[in-house]
């Protein structure tokens, strides 16, 4: 969707940055919450994964397809994007074991 945005308007990449990263917050917040609520238990272990396993990706296709490695902003926003999935792991089991107790 954003790559047609880019391709047939006047969007430039760095107008949509910060649209990007809230998406992803969001999509990894909602992420951690789904495998925790799954899970039942050990949210933060659950959506600390989901946090990690985006993260590897990320970098592979960075190291793979670009020959680079993350940078030390890069660093800092995979550590909150992990965090992030982290809170919603812990969310989602606390929101699920109270809907079904």
């Known amino acids: 969707m954003f790559s047609l945005l880019l391709?047939?308007?006047s969007l430039q990449?760095?107008?949509?940055?910060?649209?990007?990263?809230?998406f992803s917050f969001v999509s990894l917040f909602a992420g951690g919450f789904i495998s925790g609520g799954k899970g039942k238990q050990?949210?933060?272990?659950l959506g600390g994964l989901t946090g990690l396993?985006?993260?590897?990706?990320i970098f592979l296709f960075q190291y793979l397809g670009h020959d680079s490695l993350f940078?030390?902003?890069q660093m800092i926003y995979h550590t909150c994007f992990t965090l992030t999935?982290?809170?919603?792991?812990?969310?989602?089991?606390?929101l699920n074991?109270?809907?079904t107790a």
Do not use: C, H, P
């Open 7 to 9: 391709r047939f308007t």
């Open 13 to 22: 990449e760095s107008s949509l940055q910060y649209i990007i990263t809230a």
């Open 42 to 45: 050990k949210g933060w272990l």
């Open 53 to 57: 396993i985006y993260s590897i990706v």
């Open 71 to 73: 940078d030390m902003e």
């Open 85 to 94: 999935a982290m809170m919603g792991g812990i969310l989602g089991v606390n």
């Open 97 to 99: 074991t109270k809907r």
